[in-house]
């Protein structure tokens, strides 16, 4: 089966800069997605990574290692705006298995 | 339009009843796909569409849970005697196709909040 692990919270102050941990068992791997969910709305695309390695979207930055099964979401200069859930996703060929997600928490 | 739009927002009904919701995707997506999200957790997925036809069916609960994508008609969902356990948001994605899925990502649309009571 298809499993991701992440943590189910993690807090910053405004400024920082903080890392998200995803780790997966899947079969048939293509790549790992980060999505962003404000409040229970629509998720949305943050990035993707098909390769090893680093992508970088502004302030937003995407790692994977798939030797490790492993990749990290970085989100620097954190702002108010940035707390949401983050769910860390792997792409087979039918389609994304979601991980539990992260809660972000950005106080002042 | 470049959005996925779903309907209804909110669906109420008692156990036992029918529950059909809707989702239009976006305009040259070939490929739709439903997820049950309970409590803001995981997003299960349900089903997949590749046009009209099933792509992947194995999340679907066979006995009550139904899907179909036709031409020119939006996506439907549809539960036959909710239970309790189906009170969910039912997510609706759309994406390019094979070659841009993970590039693009998926396009979700805003949910259907179905309580069952």
């Known amino acids: 089966g298809q499993s991701l692990e992440q943590p189910s919270e993690v807090t910053a102050v405004e400024g920082a800069i903080v890392q998200i941990n995803c780790t997966y068992q899947?079969?048939?791997?293509?790549?790992l997605s980060w999505y962003q969910q404000h409040d229970g709305g629509a998720p949305t695309f943050l990035s993707y990574n098909a390769l090893d390695g680093l992508e970088e979207t502004g302030r937003f930055s995407s790692f994977l290692s798939r030797s490790d099964s492993y990749g990290y979401l970085l989100l620097q200069e954190l702002q108010m705006k940035d707390s949401a859930s983050y769910f860390c996703a792997a792409l087979t060929y039918s389609t994304l298995t979601f991980g539990k997600g992260t809660m972000l928490l950005v106080s002042p | 339009g470049e959005e996925v739009a779903q309907t209804p927002k909110h669906l109420v009904r008692g156990e036992g009843q029918k529950a059909k919701l809707y989702c239009a995707p976006i305009?040259?997506?070939?490929?739709v796909f439903w997820y049950q999200q309970v409590l803001k957790n995981e997003f299960k997925f349900l089903i997949s569409?590749?046009?009209?036809?099933?792509?992947?069916e194995t999340g679907m609960p066979k006995e009550r849970f139904s899907a179909k994508c036709l031409p020119n008609s939006p996506c439907s969902l549809e539960i036959q005697a909710t239970k309790l356990e189906d009170s969910a948001v039912y997510f609706c994605?759309?994406?390019?196709?094979?070659?841009?899925?993970?590039?693009?990502?998926?396009?979700f649309g805003s949910g259907t909040r179905l309580t069952v009571v």
């Open positions: 994605a759309s994406s390019r196709g094979e070659s841009g899925t993970g590039i693009f990502g998926y396009t």
């Open positions: 569409f590749q046009n009209e036809n099933v792509f992947d």
């Open positions: 305009k040259g997506h070939s490929y």
């Open positions: 899947t079969s048939g791997f293509y790549g």
